[in-house]
């Protein structure tokens, strides 16, 4: 059983940056793929930015490619989300998850993830 806990979330005004981590225990970090996913209110939970095991191959979602960056350290057990040149549109709650399936072709589907930290709210203010 892998437990995720997010931290960095908060209030920041357009343009601005933040730095979201997310914190892996119970299980061998390596063995999963990551994912960053946010949520807003009445809307379904949506892709965000992908890593693989390795941390080589990233993906991210056209609206934040560009901005946003992932990047992983396994020796941590930490998954990380930089992200710059915020938008009010990039307002949500931010979930990171593991697969230990992941793959690239499902990287984005966010019923292949088997488990899910409790999520940390970005609000970016205009």
């Known amino acids: 059983q892998v437990q995720l806990v997010e931290s960095g979330g908060g209030l920041v005004q357009a343009g601005g940056s933040l730095r979201l981590s997310c914190a892996a225990s119970g299980g061998t970090f390596s063995n999963y793929g990551m994912g960053w996913f946010r949520q807003t209110p009445g809307e379904e939970r949506e892709f965000v930015a992908a890593i693989s095991r390795s941390g080589l191959r990233t993906y991210y979602a056209d609206s934040v490619k560009g901005r946003f960056t992932i990047s992983r350290g396994n020796a941590e057990n930490t998954v990380t989300l930089q992200m710059n040149s915020l938008k009010p549109e990039d307002t949500a709650v931010y979930f990171c998850?593991?697969?230990?399936?992941?793959?690239?072709?499902?990287?984005?589907?966010?019923?292949?993830?088997?488990?899910w930290g409790q999520g940390t709210q970005v609000t970016v203010s205009s």
């Open positions: 998850a593991a697969d230990r399936q992941w793959s690239s072709g499902s990287y984005s589907m966010r019923g292949e993830y088997d488990y």
